[in-house]
């Protein structure tokens, strides 16, 4: 069984460029949520996608945005990068319908904007 | 929205040590999970525990969930328990996590 898996695992890049995050999710399962995670604090939920479709987003401007694949893996877009959007990025896939939807997550994108 | 507060922040401990992580919630919840985070940042799913008690080695966790609160239990620590602890909760099963700000644990030699 294959875990989630992101790339790049680092990143720098400048204030006011854009940014592409990939994330594959683990083998068979349908839904992936982004979370942005700043340095000493708990992640905070960017989107979720399921089957394709954003099926909820947390309190992020329309300049986060995403897309997930038919074979379920997913990318966060992020365009005029700002300095506050450094962080660690995290993916995290679940199975969507089995009542005990535990997250497994990916090992992060570490994003540095100058 | 819901609140989720974690104690103590910080955690010192000798090794094979006890310990009990406490989390609070201020609203019903449908999911919650704890999670560990190693120093590199990877997020490992600990349980999955919205009610009840579950035990996975030197590992239990207990949800009170009338009460709203969350422990988690660590015995004998080893230094590899070291990182930060999260609790995180979802109130609909919209898969949103809410996160806490995390208990952080060191474990000395």
């Known amino acids: 069984e294959t875990g989630v898996t992101q790339s790049p695992t680092h990143l720098i890049k400048t204030r006011g460029q854009q940014v592409t995050l990939r994330c594959s999710s683990q083998?068979?399962?349908?839904?992936v949520s982004w979370y942005q995670q700043a340095l000493g604090q708990g992640p905070q939920f960017i989107f979720q996608y399921y089957r394709e479709e954003e099926n909820g987003r947390g309190n992020f401007p329309p300049r986060f945005s995403g897309l997930q694949f038919p074979n379920y893996s997913s990318e966060l877009n992020v365009n005029a990068l700002e300095l506050d959007d450094s962080a660690l990025y995290l993916c995290?896939?679940?199975?969507?319908?089995?009542?005990?939807?535990?997250?497994?997550f990916g090992p992060g994108t570490r994003l540095l904007v100058l | 929205g819901i609140q989720v507060e974690q104690s103590p922040p910080d955690l010192i401990l000798q090794e094979g040590a006890n310990s009990t992580l406490r989390c609070n919630f201020s609203?019903?919840?449908?999911?919650l999970q704890w999670f560990h985070q190693n120093p590199w940042g990877q997020l490992i799913n600990l349980f999955y525990i919205p009610s009840g008690t579950k035990q996975n080695g030197r590992l239990s966790a207990t949800t009170v969930a009338t009460e709203r609160y969350s422990l988690l239990y660590i015995s004998s620590s080893q230094t590899t328990d070291s990182g930060v602890y999260f609790c995180?909760?979802?109130?609909?099963?919209?898969?949103?996590?809410?996160w806490g700000a995390g208990t952080k644990l060191i474990i000395k030699p």
């Open positions: 995290a896939s679940s199975l969507a319908g089995r009542g005990e939807e535990t997250q497994y």
């Open positions: 609203d019903s919840v449908n999911n």
């Open positions: 083998s068979g399962h349908n839904t």
């Open positions: 995180a909760v979802e109130r609909r099963s919209n898969y949103q996590l809410i």
